[in-house]
Structure formats: structure tokens, C-alpha cells
């Protein structure tokens, strides 16, 4: 230490690579909105318009789901059927590599395809991924065609965008897409006995290239291709269909051929009006404020076409820019209140300076370790560096203050320098170890809670151990200047004044320290109950997006047009709102993305404007709404915010709090028992808005082959299942024109699909080349089906969601215990949704606390050599964790994972005081000083720098426990804990601590 402390150009050059260092790791650190989550879990969705939940779940699900099911190591496959769309969701266990998991996925999944109907194409999702959804933009068609509105996003647009560094797919909604279309009538085809599949064979042997090898000449390879391509409307209605001799039948003599827009089953507008919606994925590494700027750049040079407005409904790099905001300002005026702190106690400028001068040094030290370990800078870790920011000096200050009460007893510089570090070393080491240790559990931690929290312990580690090298190094080096013009203690009255009445307060329990004990023991077990009776429980706090999505579920079978119908109504008044800047609404999904909602389901985002410029809060503003369109009856909606629900699908599979699953083998009796625990749910005290999807059937029609009229009519199979198909559309081939592939659809007319008598009307085509009716070989009825068809593991399932409030726990086993009474043998319910993994993020924890304490145990025994002395240390513990629950009791913040990283951070923070005490303690009785002299001796010394570290950590938290600003809603639980917990761990670590010590070394001297 001396050898450090005479060499200060050695601090000096520390210091500048300590800055460059910093500045270099903050400028290249990729920011995005949350840590980089590779969850082992996958969805397959796929599309297949028009088709029925029941034949989703036949000619979909079923071979998907039977692949995914073979594949070794699947936790859990869980499956959704509806109409026109099929999800799969395939979990592997916590810790199984994604890339590994998701090739054996994709390697099933190809197994799979061979067995799905014709065009009809999976993707692959990875849950991760929905986080990557960075940025979305909508072209508002005013004056434009929606076709060609489409066009130039997906030919102007999208090859800029998809180019962009950064960026890895675009997808694109809305407009309408060309399309060639046949539309046949029934009666030419009876007229020229013309069929279906010779319409089809037709444009199929009409579109085609073909290749007749090379030919040799002038000593070159001409290669031969044969050009069979349909390139317009005209060419097409030439088509032979039929050639019988010299009168050819043409396709425009038996279907209208025209120019039109592909059919679609969903809707999407903005602001009102139609629009082609373009949402931007970027890559899992990618840094999402550097993509968003560029994105920003491409826009803003693009030239839109007349008719066309661009706006901008979700972008995360805003939300990240405000929350990065709110970080730098609770940084700034958590460091100047630790700064008045430090000059209050200290009275030196260039000692306060120095002190307060490690924080940006740590912090910078820290940025260092973070890049080295591969972290990024996003909430989580920007919540790290806040919550660290207090407990930064609290080393600095233990040395500068040592090194002063050497001062003040007349020391010189070099060795009231040299004696004040060395005393202290190893205790802030300790110190410093003991909070970091606790942190180790959260690697253990699996599930989200894991992937989120894993990298806010590792940032407070890596920057507290940044703190303890700033301390033991640059402080003693350049401490010599700072203590230089001391002359004599500094005069604090209310310094004094407290140090008087601890003494009193001190003399009084150390006379009945069992007591206080058992009396906090009792306290803190009726601030659990009371903290279970009035506090809410939540997985994640909610963070203000800036941004509503409302979801909106109508009756089953409720038509596109009518559910569109409502999302304009609700749509028009959000515009009406003054907090709204825009909107974008879509109904049902659109083929190839990752959007699973039928007909009669939406959702409608909200831009809202910034948090500042807006006079409520987002919690207000969803409340107001969810009371106002409580009023519209015959739907169902539901609120949340976009990046918010993005997380909860990902992390639970159902975007809800709490959710009761029945699992049995028949479909019919599965649905009657949904029925029976909707009404169960429903009379449970503490449960509202019951959402049962299984209560409404959907209407079908069943149009089934008759095999002996087929047979007597020469009607094959094939014929039969086209000739239905065609009623939505069969597209036999497509063509490239101007760059722009075009589909060709064949279908019968609309007026076909609009009455029962029209459909039993449907020519087919008998052996003798006559046509019979549809009727005549297919029994034609009306019936119902289950607007969804949901497995797990293969095996059928309902899902029923709610909204609950009060203590979830006793209410969810409530549910659980009258469910079951209900069930039959064979049949088994269970909860689920964010509510399992709540309990199972809380069991972990539990495990992670106790695991913490022992780790904690075992350091101070290493250190002080012995057993009995660090249990006098470990007593701060619990006692922390009064004050800890009376600060989440007075300002109602939710019991949630942020909360329970803070009741870690404790165990390891609230040591801290007591370990450099009862280290004070051990120094004097081994100068030879009587134990009660010695341990009020040590108190009396250890006042000033106790008061110093607990004052500087609480203030510097203060701003973040406070401030309601975008970002802050995840650090302010933990913020509340920490605070709560070492303000009054601090006022007892001076009384109990010293009472617990001298009650065991008596005991042990007896």
C-alpha cells in the first residue's frame, strides 16, 4: 500500500484508462429495450384461410403436432385450432440450448410439411423473437389505390429497409394484392360440358417452363428453354380449355376473367382510413436504437407518392430513449445528494471530490467489466447502474473516513494514508463480496425471471467490484492531496446530538436484547400478513409504453365485416381522445405472418403522446378506457400495452394473470365442464370478467359424400373436394408481370356461397361427361362446432382466462379445490398463465434467499475466524426485511420480481455497516480494551462513516423510488425494498448489534 501511495503518476495513468476505457465500452454497447431473451420455446403457425377450426385441427395440427411430440427433450407441446389459422407451441426445458432446440424443430417440422394440404406453408417463430418487433409504420391511403399503395411498400420500401444493417424482416399488412381472377359460370360449363378440373389442368398446363437441354453451334452451348407463360389477362382468357376439334372452348366461354385483388380475411387501417402496415423485426443482436436511427434515415429520404401519409405507432428506441432519460436523472440527482452528504460529514472539498469522483469511476470501471462479460445496456442494466449508484462510495467513504480518524489524531498524511486503507481492506472487501455473493442464486434462476434479472445482479456485481478496486487503489493514491489542509475535526451538531441519544438508546438494549428480537421476529411476521392482504402480486411492474393495445373479441362466428364494424367504432373513439396522436387497427391475420386472431377477434394500438405532455398517467388512462368500453355490451376487451403483452405471451403462453386449463379425452363433455367452472369462477370472491371462449359455438356447414351415389354417378373424390374447395378459391398457378408475382384464383362467383340451395346446385361432372348437382352425391346440413380446438400434449383441453384481485394465491387455490369437486375420473384441471409462473418465480426466490444468506454466512466465518460472530452480523438481516415491508406497505407498490431482487440486495447490502462494526470491535479488544467499552467504543467511531454510506446509498436511491417516469416502474419496488430496508437496518445495526454481541459473548464466557 505504501508503494502505491508514493507512486501517484501510477493512479494517474489507472485513471485515464479507466475513462477512455469507459467511454470507449459505452459508445459500442448495443441498446435495446430488454436483455436478449433465447427462451427454448417455439411457435409454428399456420395459415390456411377459410378452413374450419375442426379441419385446421385434422389436416394441420394433427401432423405438426404428432412430429413435435416425437421430438426427444419437449417439456410441453400445446396447440390452438380456429378458423383459418393453427399455433403449435413447442417448450423445452429450461437450460436446453435454443439453437440446438430450434434445429430439432425445424428438422420435424420438414418431416411434417409432406403431410399438410397443398400451399400451404408453417413458420417457424421463436418466442424470443416477438421482442424484436422493434418498430412499426403505417402508410395511411388517402388519394392511392390499396394495390398500388401495397406495391410500393413491398417494391420501394421493404428492399431499402430489409437492406439496413440491423435489420432482419419486414412485414407487411394491409392494401390489397393483385390477383388474376376465373370466375366460372356453371352454366357454360354444362353448355360445353366442361369441368372444374379442366379449368384447373388448363391454367396449370399453361403456366409452365420447361427445358429441352442445350444445343451445339459455331462451337457454343445454346441452351433450349421452352416458354409456357401466361403474362396478361388477355393471354389468359385464350387458354384452351377444352379442344373437341375445330371449335376449341376457350376459358373466357366458361368463367370471367378479369383483373382483381386477392381475397383476404383480415382488415387493416389507421387513423381511420386503410393502410398497408409495415412492422420491422431487427436481428437478436442488433442494437435497436442504431437500427431505429437508420430506419429514421431511410424514411425520411423516401418519397412517398400522392395519396400516401407515413406514421409511426410503435417505435421501442422511444421508449428506450425516455427511460434512458429518466436513469440519467435519477444518476445525476442521486449523485448530487450523495455528494451534499459527503461534504456535510466530511466539511473537506477535495475529499468530498474525490469521493464523489469514484462513482463515475466505478461506473466507468463497470462499463468496462460489462462489455468484457458480453452484457448490453437496456433496462435492465441501466436499472443496475441506478440501483448501484448509492452503494458506490460506501467503500470510498469507509476508507477516506479511516484514513481520516488517523488524520485527526495527528497522524502525517503518508501513514494516516497508508494505516486508514490497510485497516480497511479486507472489510470492504467483505462488504463488497457479501453483496455480490447474493447475487450468484439469480444464475440459477430458470424461466424469465432468469433471463431478465440474470444480467441486473451481474451489472450491481461487476460495478460494486469496479467500486472496491476504485477504493483500495485511486482513493489512498490521490488521497494525500485531499486530507493535505486538515487541520482538525469537523464540527457536526447533529452529528453529536444523535451519537448522544444512540448512546442511551444503546445502554437500553443491550440490557434486553432477547426481547427486541423476539419483538421484531413478531413484527415481521404481522407485516407478511398484512403486505399478502393489501399489497397486488405481479410477475413484471407494468412500465408506460406510451402506447394502449386493446383487444377486442367478439361472439364466435361473428363475421369479419361486423367485427370490423366495431374495431372502427372503438377505433374512432380513441382518435376523439386528446392523449391519442394515432392509431392502427387490425381485424383477423393476414397469411405469413405471426398473428394468430380469427375473424372475430382484433386489437387496436394507441400512440399516446409523451409521458410529459400528457396529464395522466398510462395506469389512468387504461383505466378510464376499460370503464368505458365496459359499457358496450357483446364484447369482450381486454387492455394492455404492446411490448408489455408481447412479454407475458412469451413468457406464459396466455396473455393473462390467471387462467384455469381442463384437460379430458371427450370434446362435448369438455365444453359442458368450461361451462360449469365459468359459473364456479364467476360466484369465487375476488374474480371478475370470466372469459370463456368454448360458450358460443360457431355455425358450419357439413357437406359430406355420399360414396354409393358417387360411385353410381362417376363422381371420384377428387372432383368432389376441388369442386368444394372452389367455393373460396383454388390458385393453380401463378405469373410474373413487372416484377410482381401474381396469383391466379379460380372459384365459382360469390352469389354461390351466399345460400344453402346454391351450394346443393354446384355442377359436377358425371363419367358420361353430363353434370349432376352437388346435392345429388353429398348430404348438405347446418351445423355447430367449438370456435377453438386446443390441446396439450396431444391430449384435448379448455382454457378459461379471468381478471383477479386481492390475494391471487388463496383465490387460485379456491378455484383449484371447487373445480375439481366437478371434474369426472379422466379429467384434471389446472392453473396457468403468469400466475404459475409468479409461484414458481417465488419458490426459486425463496430457495435463491436462503442459499444467499448461507453464502453470506460462510464469508464472514472465513473472515472472522470463527461461527458465533457473523450469526451477531446475520441478525441485521431479518431485521431489514421490517423495514423493507413497511416501505412496500406504505406506498402500495405491487409484490413482484423487482421486489424480490431487492430483498436480496439486502441480505447482502445491510451486512455492510455491521461487519466494519464488529470488525471495529475485534480491533479494540485486541488492543486489550473491556468488551462493553469496546462495543460502545466501536459505535461511537463507527457513527460518522454508518450514517455516511446508509445516507449517501438511501439518497442516491431516493429519485428512483420516487420518479414516475418512463423506465422507473422497474426499479422502483427494488428501490422501496432497499431503501426501507437499510434506513432501519442502519438505526438498529447501532443498537441490537452491539446488545447481540455482548448477549453471545457473555453467554459464551458462561
Same mark, same amino acid.
Given at each position: 500500500m505504501a508503494?502505491?501511495?508514493k507512486?501517484?503518476v501510477?493512479s494517474?495513468?489507472?485513471?485515464?484508462?479507466?475513462?477512455f476505457?469507459?467511454i470507449f465500452?459505452?459508445?459500442?454497447?448495443p441498446?435495446n429495450i430488454?436483455?436478449r431473451?433465447?427462451?427454448?420455446?417455439f411457435?409454428i403457425?399456420t395459415?390456411?384461410?377459410?378452413?374450419?377450426?375442426?379441419?385446421?385441427?385434422?389436416?394441420?395440427?394433427?401432423?405438426?403436432e404428432?412430429?413435435?411430440?416425437?421430438?426427444?427433450g419437449?417439456?410441453?407441446v400445446?396447440s390452438?385450432s380456429?378458423?383459418g389459422?393453427s399455433?403449435?407451441?413447442?417448450?423445452f426445458?429450461?437450460?436446453?440450448?435454443h439453437?440446438? !432446440?430450434?434445429a430439432?424443430?425445424?428438422?420435424?417440422?420438414?418431416k411434417?410439411?409432406?403431410?399438410l394440404?397443398?400451399g400451404?406453408?408453417?413458420?417457424?417463430?421463436?418466442?424470443?423473437?416477438a421482442?424484436?418487433?422493434m418498430m412499426?409504420i403505417?402508410?395511411?391511403?388517402h388519394?392511392?389505390?390499396?394495390?398500388k399503395?401495397?406495391?410500393f411498400?413491398?417494391?420501394?420500401?421493404?428492399p431499402?429497409?430489409?437492406?439496413l444493417?440491423?435489420?432482419?424482416?419486414i412485414?407487411?399488412?394491409?392494401?390489397?394484392?393483385p390477383?388474376f381472377?376465373?370466375e366460372?359460370?356453371?352454366?357454360?360449363?354444362?353448355?360445353?360440358?366442361?369441368s372444374l378440373?379442366?379449368i384447373?389442368g388448363?391454367?396449370r398446363?399453361n403456366?409452365l417452363l420447361?427445358?429441352?437441354g442445350?444445343?451445339?453451334r459455331?462451337?457454343?452451348d445454346f441452351?433450349?428453354?421452352?416458354?409456357?407463360l401466361?403474362s396478361?389477362?388477355?393471354?389468359?382468357?385464350h387458354i384452351?380449355v377444352?379442344?373437341?376439334g375445330?371449335?376449341p372452348v376457350?376459358?373466357?366461354?366458361?368463367?370471367?376473367?378479369y383483373?382483381?385483388t386477392?381475397p383476404?380475411?383480415?382488415?387493416?387501417?389507421?387513423?381511420?382510413?386503410?393502410?398497408v402496415?409495415l &412492422?420491422? %423485426?431487427?436481428?437478436r443482436? !442488433?442494437?435497436?436504437?442504431a437500427?431505429?436511427?437508420?430506419?429514421?434515415?431511410?424514411?425520411?429520404?423516401?418519397?412517398l407518392p400522392?395519396g400516401l401519409?407515413?406514421?409511426?405507432?410503435y417505435?421501442?428506441?422511444?421508449l428506450?430513449?425516455?427511460?434512458?432519460h429518466?436513469?440519467r436523472t435519477n444518476?445525476?440527482?442521486?449523485?448530487?445528494?450523495a455528494?451534499?452528504?459527503?461534504?456535510?460529514?466530511l466539511r #473537506?472539498?477535495?475529499?468530498?471530490?474525490?469521493?464523489?469522483v469514484?462513482?463515475?469511476?466505478s461506473?466507468?470501471?463497470?462499463?468496462?467489466?460489462?462489455?468484457?462479460?458480453?452484457?448490453?445496456l437496456?433496462?435492465?442494466?441501466?436499472n443496475?447502474?441506478?440501483v448501484?449508484l448509492?452503494?458506490?462510495?460506501?467503500?470510498?467513504?469507509?476508507?477516506?473516513?479511516?484514513i481520516f480518524q488517523?488524520?485527526?489524531?495527528?497522524?502525517?498524511i503518508?501513514?494516516?494514508?497508508v494505516?486508514?486503507?490497510?485497516?480497511m481492506v %479486507?472489510p470492504?472487501?467483505t462488504s463488497t463480496?457479501?453483496?455480490v455473493?447474493?447475487?450468484?442464486?439469480l444464475?440459477?434462476?430458470?424461466g424469465p425471471?432468469?433471463?431478465?434479472?440474470?444480467?441486473?445482479?451481474?451489472?450491481?456485481a461487476?460495478t460494486?467490484?469496479a467500486?472496491?478496486?476504485?477504493?483500495s487503489?485511486l482513493v489512498p493514491?490521490l488521497?494525500?492531496r485531499?486530507?493535505?489542509?486538515m487541520?482538525?475535526?469537523?464540527?457536526?451538531?447533529l452529528l453529536?446530538r444523535?451519537m448522544?441519544l444512540?448512546?442511551?438508546?444503546?445502554s437500553k438494549?443491550?440490557?434486553?436484547?432477547?426481547?427486541?428480537?423476539?419483538?421484531?421476529f413478531v413484527?415481521?411476521?404481522?407485516?407478511?400478513g398484512g403486505l399478502?392482504?393489501l399489497?397486488?402480486?405481479?410477475f413484471?411492474?407494468p412500465?408506460?409504453?406510451?402506447?394502449?393495445?386493446?383487444?377486442?373479441?367478439?361472439?364466435?362466428?361473428?363475421?369479419?365485416?361486423?367485427t370490423?364494424?366495431?374495431?372502427?367504432?372503438v377505433?374512432?373513439?380513441?382518435r376523439k381522445?386528446p392523449?391519442?396522436?394515432?392509431t392502427y387497427l387490425?381485424?383477423g391475420?393476414?397469411?405469413?405472418?405471426?398473428?394468430?386472431?380469427?375473424a372475430n377477434?382484433?386489437e387496436?394500438?394507441?400512440?399516446?403522446?409523451?409521458?410529459g405532455?400528457?396529464?395522466?398517467?398510462?395506469e389512468?388512462?387504461?383505466?378510464?378506457?376499460r370503464?368505458?368500453?365496459?359499457?358496450?355490451?357483446?364484447?369482450l376487451?381486454?387492455?394492455?400495452?404492446?411490448?408489455s403483452?408481447?412479454?407475458?405471451e412469451?413468457f406464459?403462453g396466455?396473455?393473462?394473470l390467471?387462467?384455469?386449463?381442463?384437460?379430458?379425452?371427450?370434446?362435448?363433455?369438455?365444453?359442458?365442464?368450461?361451462?360449469?367452472a365459468?359459473?364456479l369462477?364467476?360466484q369465487?370472491?375476488?374474480?371478475?370478467?370470466?372469459?370463456?371462449?368454448?360458450?358460443?359455438?360457431?355455425?358450419?356447414?357439413n357437406?359430406t359424400?355420399? $360414396?354409393?351415389?358417387a360411385s353410381?354417378?362417376?363422381?371420384?373424390?377428387?372432383?368432389?373436394?376441388q369442386?368444394?374447395?372452389a367455393?373460396y378459391g383454388i390458385?393453380?398457378?401463378?405469373?410474373?408481370?413487372e416484377?410482381v408475382t401474381?396469383p391466379?384464383?379460380?372459384?365459382?362467383?360469390?352469389?354461390? $356461397?351466399?345460400?344453402?340451395?346454391?351450394?346443393?346446385n354446384?355442377p359436377?361432372?358425371?363419367?358420361?361427361?353430363?353434370m349432376v348437382?352437388?346435392s345429388?352425391i353429398?348430404?348438405?346440413?347446418?351445423?355447430e362446432a367449438?370456435?377453438m380446438i386446443t390441446h396439450?400434449?396431444?391430449?384435448?383441453?379448455? &382454457?378459461l382466462t !379471468?381478471d383477479?384481485?386481492?390475494n391471487?394465491f388463496?383465490?387460485?387455490?379456491?378455484v383449484e379445490?371447487?373445480?375439481k369437486?366437478?371434474?369426472?375420473?379422466?379429467?384434471?384441471a389446472?392453473? %396457468?398463465?403468469q400466475?404459475?409462473?409468479?409461484?414458481?418465480?417465488?419458490?426459486?426466490?425463496?430457495i435463491s434467499?436462503?442459499a444467499?444468506v448461507?453464502l453470506?454466512?460462510?464469508?464472514?466465518?472465513?473472515?472472522f475466524?470463527?461461527?458465533?460472530i457473523p450469526?451477531?452480523?446475520?441478525?441485521?438481516?431479518?431485521?431489514s426485511? %421490517?423495514g423493507?415491508?413497511?416501505?412496500l406497505?406504505v406506498t402500495?407498490?405491487?409484490?413482484?420480481?423487482?421486489?424480490?431482487?431487492g430483498?436480496?440486495?439486502?441480505?447482502?447490502?445491510v451486512v #455492510?455497516?455491521a461487519?466494519?462494526?464488529?470488525?471495529?470491535v475485534?480491533?479494540?479488544?485486541?488492543?486489550?480494551?473491556?468488551? &462493553?467499552?469496546?462495543?460502545q467504543e466501536?459505535?461511537?467511531?463507527?457513527?460518522?462513516?454508518?450514517?455516511?454510506?446508509?445516507?449517501t446509498?438511501v439518497?442516491?436511491l431516493?429519485?428512483?423510488?420516487?420518479n414516475h417516469?418512463?423506465g422507473?416502474?422497474?426499479?422502483?419496488?427494488?428501490?422501496?425494498?432497499?431503501?426501507?430496508?437499510?434506513?432501519?437496518?442502519?438505526?438498529?445495526t447501532?443498537n441490537v448489534?452491539?446488545?447481540?454481541y455482548?448477549?453471545?459473548?457473555k453467554g459464551?464466557?458462561g
Open positions: 508503494w502505491w501511495v507512486r501517484p501510477l494517474l495513468i489507472l485513471l485515464l484508462f479507466i475513462v476505457g469507459g465500452s459505452y459508445i459500442s454497447f441498446v430488454f436483455p431473451l433465447s427462451f427454448p420455446v411457435n403457425i395459415h390456411y384461410p377459410g378452413v374450419s377450426p375442426r379441419n385446421m385441427e385434422l389436416m394441420v395440427t394433427n401432423p405438426i404428432s412430429a413435435m411430440l416425437s421430438i426427444q419437449v417439456r410441453r400445446s390452438s380456429a378458423e389459422f399455433q403449435i407451441t413447442v417448450e426445458g429450461w437450460g436446453t440450448s439453437q440446438e !432446440a430450434r430439432l424443430v425445424l428438422t420435424a417440422l420438414s411434417a410439411e409432406h403431410q394440404p397443398g400451404v406453408k408453417p413458420v417457424l417463430e421463436d418466442i424470443g423473437s421482442m424484436q418487433e412499426g403505417s402508410l395511411i391511403i388519394g392511392i389505390s390499396p394495390q399503395a401495397r406495391i411498400a413491398e417494391k420501394s420500401l421493404v431499402g429497409l430489409q437492406a444493417k440491423g435489420v432482419a424482416r412485414s407487411v399488412i394491409g392494401g390489397q394484392e390477383a381472377m376465373v366460372m359460370e356453371p352454366q357454360a360449363m354444362a353448355r360445353y360440358c366442361t378440373q379442366g384447373l388448363a391454367v398446363d403456366n420447361s427445358n429441352g442445350f444445343m451445339e459455331f462451337h457454343r441452351f433450349i428453354r421452352g416458354i409456357n401466361t396478361s389477362i388477355k393471354e389468359l382468357r384452351i377444352k379442344n373437341p375445330h371449335n376457350t376459358l373466357s366461354m366458361v368463367a370471367q376473367v383483373e382483381g386477392e383476404k380475411r383480415y382488415v387493416a387501417r389507421a387513423d381511420g382510413r386503410d393502410a402496415i &412492422t420491422i %423485426i431487427k436481428q443482436r !442488433a442494437s435497436t436504437l437500427v431505429s436511427r437508420r430506419v429514421r434515415a431511410f424514411l425520411k429520404k423516401a418519397s400522392p401519409e407515413m406514421k409511426t405507432w417505435d421501442q428506441a422511444e428506450i430513449g425516455m427511460a434512458a429518466t436513469v444518476l445525476l440527482i442521486g449523485g448530487l445528494m455528494a451534499l452528504v459527503l461534504f456535510y460529514f #473537506n472539498l477535495m475529499a468530498t471530490l474525490l469521493v464523489f469514484s462513482i463515475p469511476l461506473m466507468m470501471l463497470a462499463l468496462i467489466f460489462m462489455k468484457w462479460w458480453g452484457l448490453s437496456n433496462l435492465m442494466t441501466l443496475g447502474l441506478t448501484a448509492g452503494m458506490l462510495v460506501d467503500n470510498a467513504i469507509v476508507v477516506m473516513e479511516n488517523h488524520r485527526e489524531h495527528g497522524e502525517e503518508s501513514a494516516s494514508v494505516q486508514g486503507t490497510r485497516e %479486507i470492504i472487501l463480496l457479501t453483496t455473493i447474493v447475487f450468484l442464486p444464475a440459477f434462476f430458470h425471471a432468469g433471463l431478465f434479472f440474470r444480467p441486473f445482479g451481474m451489472t450491481v461487476l460494486l467490484m467500486s472496491f478496486v476504485i477504493a487503489t493514491g488521497a494525500p485531499a486530507i493535505k489542509e487541520k482538525e475535526p469537523p464540527s457536526l451538531p453529536r444523535f448522544k444512540n448512546a442511551k438508546a444503546l438494549t443491550m440490557r434486553h436484547p432477547g426481547k427486541i428480537l423476539a419483538g421484531a413484527a415481521l411476521l404481522i407485516l407478511l399478502a392482504l399489497n397486488s402480486f405481479a413484471l411492474p412500465v408506460d409504453e406510451g402506447a394502449m393495445l386493446i383487444s377486442l373479441v367478439m361472439p364466435p362466428g361473428t363475421s369479419l365485416r361486423e370490423a364494424q366495431m374495431g372502427e367504432r377505433e374512432g373513439m380513441l381522445d392523449n391519442v396522436t394515432t387490425r381485424i391475420s393476414a397469411e405469413g405472418t405471426f398473428q394468430v386472431e380469427p377477434e382484433g387496436i394500438v394507441a400512440k399516446l403522446k409523451p409521458q405532455k400528457r396529464k395522466a398517467r398510462i389512468e388512462i387504461i383505466d378510464r378506457w370503464r368505458r368500453l365496459a359499457k358496450i355490451k357483446g364484447v376487451f381486454f387492455i394492455n400495452q404492446p411490448t403483452e408481447k412479454m407475458e412469451s406464459s396466455l396473455p393473462a390467471f387462467g384455469l386449463t381442463i384437460m379430458g379425452p371427450k370434446e362435448d363433455k369438455l365444453l359442458d365442464l368450461a361451462n360449469k365459468e359459473q369462477m364467476s369465487t370472491p375476488g374474480i371478475t370478467g370470466v372469459n370463456n371462449p368454448y360458450k358460443i359455438k360457431v355455425p358450419e356447414i357437406i359424400l355420399r $360414396r354409393d351415389k353410381f354417378y362417376g363422381v371420384d373424390g377428387k372432383s368432389f373436394s369442386t368444394v374447395e367455393l390458385v393453380p398457378a401463378r405469373l410474373t408481370k416484377q401474381i391466379i384464383w379460380v372459384r365459382y362467383p360469390p352469389e354461390f $356461397r351466399r345460400t344453402l340451395g346454391a351450394i346443393e354446384l359436377l361432372v358425371k363419367k358420361d361427361g353430363t348437382p352437388l345429388t353429398a348430404r348438405i346440413q347446418e351445423g367449438p370456435p396439450i400434449n396431444g391430449t384435448r383441453q379448455v &382454457t !379471468a383477479v384481485g386481492g391471487i388463496s383465490t387460485a387455490r379456491k379445490q371447487r373445480v369437486r366437478i371434474l369426472p375420473r379422466g379429467y384434471r389446472m392453473v %396457468i398463465g400466475y404459475r409462473d409468479l409461484v414458481n418465480t417465488g419458490l426459486v426466490f425463496l434467499l436462503i444467499a448461507i453470506v454466512y460462510l464469508i464472514l466465518v472465513v473472515q475466524q470463527e461461527t458465533k450469526i451477531v452480523i446475520m441478525a441485521t438481516v431479518p431485521l426485511f %421490517i423493507a415491508l413497511v416501505g406497505l402500495r407498490e405491487s409484490v413482484d420480481v423487482s421486489a424480490m431482487v430483498v436480496l440486495m439486502l441480505v447482502g447490502t #455492510n455497516n461487519i466494519v462494526l464488529v470488525d471495529t475485534k480491533r479494540y479488544k485486541e488492543a486489550g480494551m473491556e468488551l &462493553t467499552m469496546a462495543l466501536a459505535t461511537r467511531s463507527r457513527t460518522r462513516p454508518i450514517l455516511m454510506t446508509t445516507l446509498t439518497l442516491a431516493l429519485p428512483a423510488a420516487i417516469g418512463p422507473s416502474e422497474i426499479q422502483r419496488p427494488l428501490a422501496v425494498v432497499v431503501i426501507g430496508g437499510l434506513f432501519l437496518s442502519t438505526l438498529l447501532l448489534v452491539p446488545a447481540f455482548y448477549m453471545l459473548s459464551k464466557k
